[in-house]
């Protein structure tokens, strides 16, 4: 036991100092993994710290008694959608946010709480956001908690009361206009500035212009913005460098709309070279589904940027997908690090991206140094690091009939953070190895059309509920279930794996499988100095493996679907982890499987708190029958009524709603009152203050009655399969 004492003890001194343990075994220098110190007995910043590792110096849980964790306390948030951020904790305090921005301040032993901030937002609101309304987290700083809220508002708060110091409203043009920008992103600090960013690209009616802004850390006073795309033709460009991102549109750039670009999560700072680095979004709408032939770079989409902190001027930048045509977003968490390449040692910026790859990039030019597949890619074959370019697959053309693409608009990795230890060098990612059937609706002959305010993505996902009638009859001729797994073998088509990657060697070290069939919408992940590395999965259970070879260690049914990642402190001698608990996010818009603890247990959001020597976990409650069918109303509609109700349910209604239990309530199983209001919840917004905002000006009444007429029969056809099964039993 000592022996294992001291290799840990040793092992997290060399973290404490920032000093790489692989780069001693192989023989290489010693050098400094992060120019700023890593977390310890505090966590002060989202990702731990200003590096965004999502490492931790501390200890004392380690791989000889990670099997001794247990419960420590836990706080209910009050809410039931999707908990995507990670707490600080700082002076014994645990500051963190939920849905809508809210604001929790617990006491970071007791989890008492000690205030909470609401930020008042129209409920309405909800629909601006992407997927679901979730947040990403606060930053702390002399005294004062920012937070953005959905609406896209930036709050300044005091630490001790959570009173309101300042606010700035960061969306431009606010109104209609706006309607489809949100905020959901940990807002930045600067030396000087916070930023924030916002959401909106995804829907696809074209009318989010993505930018982030910059507001003056004391007062609020807005100081600059800098634009990720250009204007629209024959508009003045605000700053120079969307002159040159104008000349790669391309001459069918239709004046109609903004271009997308947005930057929702990923913001980073390095004080070393005073600069923010970040991630863009994809192109809004990019469901043209253009042929290879009439592909255009689309500046600066897709991206990685690094502009001036004080300035807002743009250093250098890198496209990871040009002319993005299958949701490649670039915002995944960027990590730093000093890391050897070429012989030397490189202070670089790394990102495990959406579209498979594995990019470093020299922090300070943009230069690239490396771009590997760090999962099952098939729409490129390569990246030619002399261009920087992707070399595209026939695959990626889906203009004339579907492709199965690897990997699916989910991304191979998405917001879920990953963690880079300093200690083994290696980069712990949550994967997404699935792949989408890409569909140009206007080629494929099917009944749905590309709709304004829907999501981009025309892609399918082959999971367990791939039913190819009903996908063929909305969508055209697709490959059958079979025809897909031809590809992969023996591999399964949808899967989760939690990967170890060797960012300097460029390969794969060792993998856990998280989730298969389905997704399981498993969280984000940290390391520590005690050899382990943390995650939470769609099952409940949170994980602990050892950092080096992946062995499990530890699992602890919780009770609760954890998307997040987790955190770690020490308080008085004991070392803590905590995770924020809750299923949603892009997962709002499809059905939860028996898999899922979510589809029994109710989606309580809650804090929980672990530590060694801990009891079990509380569970939350049973969902209340959720697979029953009330009895429907009678129908009155006629076939026809029903198919278009069927196709503008997909259209409009399944971003947010699908069958079977999930976040939002299951519109095949309504309830007589809710049957009676259907239309004014629908157009007038009856139930904006539940979050469902009215969509008068999108659908008419005679597409509202169609959908409520397809529902009906949706729920009529359920009701009578239920009574059948009665009556059998």
């Known amino acids: 036991m000592g022996s294992i004492n001291l290799r840990v003890s040793l092992f997290g001194l060399l973290c404490a100092f920032g000093v790489a343990a692989s780069s001693l075994q192989a023989g290489l220098p010693e050098f400094p993994a992060a120019t700023h ?20 110096s501390l200890a ?80 702390v700083r002399d005294g004062v908690v920012f937070v953005a809220s959905e609406d896209g508002r930036l709050h300044a708060l005091d630490a001790k009361t959570g009173a309101e110091k300042w606010t700035a409203d960061t969306i431009i043009g606010r109104g209609k206009s706006s309607y489809t920008y949100a905020s959901t992103g940990a807002v930045l600090l600067t ?36 634009f990720t795309v250009p204007p629209a033709p024959g508009q003045p460009f605000e700053h120079p460098e969307l002159e040159m991102a104008a000349k790669s549109w391309g001459p069918d750039h239709d004046g109609r709309y903004q271009n997308g670009g947005t930057v929702w999560d990923g913001l980073s700072y390095d004080a070393e070279t005073d600069q923010i680095v970040f991630g863009t979004a994809n192109a809004s709408p990019y469901s043209r589904a253009k042929s290879a032939a009439e592909r255009h770079d689309d500046l600066f989409n897709a991206s990685i940027i690094a502009v001036n902190a004080r300035t807002g001027r743009m250093n250098w930048y890198y496209q990871e997908t040009p002319g993005d045509a299958w949701d490649y977003d670039a915002v995944q968490k960027l990590v730093f690090a000093n890391l050897p390449f070429g012989g030397e040692r490189r202070r670089v910026v790394m990102q495990a991206s959406k579209n498979g790859f594995f990019y470093t990039l020299d922090l300070k030019t943009g230069k690239l140094l490396a771009a590997d597949p760090f999962s099952y890619v098939n729409w490129a074959k390569g990246v030619d690091l002399a261009t920087g370019r992707p070399q595209f697959t026939e695959i990626a053309d889906y203009s004339a009939k579907p492709k199965n693409v690897y990997p699916s608009w989910a991304g191979a990795h998405t917001w879920n953070p990953m963690s880079f230890s300093p200690g083994t060098g290696l980069v712990y990612i949550p994967t997404v190895d699935q792949p989408n059937v890409m569909v140009n609706l206007a080629a494929n002959k099917g009944k749905l059309d590309h709709l304004e305010g829907f999501f981009n993505a025309n892609g399918i996902i082959p999971d367990d509920t791939y039913d190819e009638a009903t996908l063929t009859r909305l969508f055209g001729p697709l490959p059958t279930k079979a025809e897909l797994q031809q590809e992969r073998g023996k591999t399964s088509l949808v899967r989760e794996v939690l990967k170890a990657w060797d960012p300097v060697a460029r390969k794969v070290v060792w993998e856990q499988v998280t989730s298969e069939g389905n997704r399981g919408y498993d969280g984000g992940v940290l390391s520590t100095a005690g050899n382990i590395v943390v995650q939470g999965r769609g099952d409940g259970t949170l994980r602990v493996y050892n950092a080096a070879t992946g062995t499990q260690l530890a699992s602890i049914q919780t009770g609760s679907h954890i998307m997040a990642a987790p955190m770690t402190y020490r308080i008085g001698g004991v070392q803590y982890i905590a995770v924020q608990a809750g299923y949603g996010g892009v997962g709002i818009s499809y059905p939860l499987t028996p898999v899922d603890i979510a589809y029994r247990n109710r989606n309580t959001n809650r804090i929980l708190v672990f530590k060694l020597g801990g009891g079990p976990v509380p569970q939350p ?11 429907p109303p009678m129908q009155r509609a006629t076939a ?37 209001m259907f239309g004014d919840i629908v157009l007038k917004g009856a139930l904006a203050g539940n979050g469902m905002a009215p969509m008068g000006d999108m659908v008419s009444k005679y597409d509202v009655n169609a959908i409520h007429a397809y529902l009906i029969n949706q729920q009529r056809l359920g009701w009578e399969a239920q009574n059948r099964k009665v009556k059998a039993n």
Request: aromatic share 12%; hydrophobic share 35%.
């Open 37 to 56: 110190p890593v977390a310890g007995e505090q966590w002060p910043y989202v990702g731990g710290d200003p590096a965004g590792t999502w490492f931790s």
């Open 60 to 139: 004392d849980i380690n791989d000889s008694n990670a099997g001794q964790l247990g419960f420590a306390w836990a706080y209910d948030m009050g809410t039931e959608r999707g908990q995507e951020a990670t707490p600080l904790v700082i002076d014994g305090v645990m500051y963190t946010s939920g849905v809508w921005g809210i604001v929790y301040a617990l006491d970071a032993v007791t989890g008492q709480v000690l205030w909470t901030f609401h930020p008042g937002i129209d409920p309405a609101s909800a629909r601006n956001a992407c997927c679901d309304t979730v947040n990403r987290g606060v930053a």
């Open 191 to 226: 030396s000087d500035s916070v930023v924030i960013g916002n959401s909106g690209a995804d829907l696809g009616d074209g009318s989010t212009r993505g930018y982030i802004s910059a507001w003056d850390i004391k007062t609020g006073a807005f100081k600059w913005r800098f």
């Open 621 to 631: 409650d049973l969902r209340p029958d959720p697979l029953t069918y009330p009895k």
């Open 640 to 676: 026809a009524m029903i198919a278009h109700g069927e196709a503008k349910f997909t259209e409009f209604c399944s971003r947010c709603h699908m069958f079977g239990p999930g976040v939002t309530p299951d519109l095949s199983r309504l309830p007589p009152e809710i049957h009676g």
